[in-house]
């Protein structure tokens, strides 16, 4: 993974880290999207077959942005952003 989308995905995985969300629900979308970035960013360079974790990823990114958009606005655009980075990257 290059440098841009590392920082992309860690700067996501900071923001859904800055949420503290009262609702269980919002925070277990959270929680399993965090954990998704996780396994991509950690796979990046050891597995090759971590191409097939991108659409659910992007799906779950997707999701997010439509569960959060005028709640959290900063993660709804950290989200965006990592949306579009992805896909400017062609993944």
């Known amino acids: 993974m290059d440098d841009r989308h590392q920082q992309t995905i860690q700067s996501l995985q900071r923001e ?9 629900l919002v925070k277990e979308h959270i929680d399993r999207l965090n954990d998704q970035l996780n396994r991509y960013a950690n ?16 799906k779950s990114i997707e999701d997010a942005i439509e569960s959060f ?4 606005p900063d993660l709804t655009e950290a989200l965006r952003i990592a949306i579009n980075t992805l896909v400017n990257a062609g993944i």
């Open 16 to 24: 859904l880290q800055s949420v503290q969300p009262t609702d269980p």
């Open 43 to 58: 796979n990046a360079n050891t597995d090759p077959n971590r191409e097939d974790e991108l659409p659910a990823l992007q």
């Open 69 to 72: 958009e005028g709640h959290h």
